[in-house]
């Protein structure tokens, strides 16, 4: 083709038909040029088509993620629930009188787990590596920041800060009363004082109010997490 084109090109230059051959310059220009710009927008298309496959990866793993922790919220719901159970079990306990037995070991030692907020966010921290400009919906995008980066951030700090500062509280009040045994389980030590005690009763409802405060905020979790995985099903829904 590099042939033919000299070839004219040479022949038009013998000719002495000078003004034929700029004619042909600038077309086999425009052509050259034309070709680069096709050149380009393949390229183009190609790598919005590369990026466009990698934003629906993300999207799906962001989903996974989404799912992983509305299990573990709904996990955490209930054994908080669980806790709230016993602490109600150990306050009618202390309220009526009833003394104390073996069975209520377990729900005494209960009382003592701190929490932990743990998350799957492999996704988005992927996502921050590549660009969050990589997710193309503005809204979705919007939704994924802020759920990610800082709903789950946020609520973490808190459980965190509640954590340390409970924990801190029961190892004055609550071991004052109780100790475990070899299987885990909470002994009271002196019920009679244990009664008598405004603190450690404060305590046990100070941790109930807590314990509700931490089910609510998983389940808005849970609602959060569902709406942005429903969105981000209708936008991979969009693309198929």
Request: proline content about 0%.
């Amino acid at each position: 083709m590099i042939k033919f084109f000299r070839r004219i090109r040479q022949q038009l230059l013998t000719e002495n038909k000078f003004s034929k051959y700029l004619l042909y310059a600038i077309g086999e220009i425009l052509l050259v040029v034309i070709g680069i710009l096709i050149a380009l927008q393949v390229n183009n298309w190609n790598n919005e088509s590369a990026d466009r496959d990698k934003e629906i990866n993300i999207l799906t793993e962001i989903k996974r993620n989404l799912e992983v922790n509305m299990i573990q919220f709904s996990a955490e719901i209930a054994s908080q629930d669980s806790i709230i159970q016993n602490i109600d079990i150990i306050m009618g306990q202390i309220k009526n009188n009833i003394p104390y037995h073996d069975s209520l070991g377990t729900k005494y030692a209960s009382i003592a787990w701190t929490e932990e907020f743990n998350i799957a966010n492999s996704a988005f921290e992927t996502l921050k590596t590549l660009g969050f400009d990589l997710i193309s919906s503005d809204s979705l995008r919007e939704n994924v920041i802020h759920l990610f980066s800082i709903r789950y951030i946020r609520i973490s700090d808190v459980i965190k800060k509640v954590s340390s500062t409970e924990h801190t509280q029961l190892n004055t009040v609550y071991l004052r009363h109780i100790e475990y045994d070899k299987r885990g389980n909470g002994i009271v030590n002196d019920f009679e004082k244990l009664k008598k005690d405004a603190e450690f009763i404060n305590m046990l409802s100070s941790r109930r109010i807590w314990k509700v405060d931490i089910i609510n905020t998983y389940k808005e979790l849970i609602e959060e997490s569902l709406q942005l995985s429903r969105m981000i099903d209708r936008e991979l829904k969009i693309r198929e």
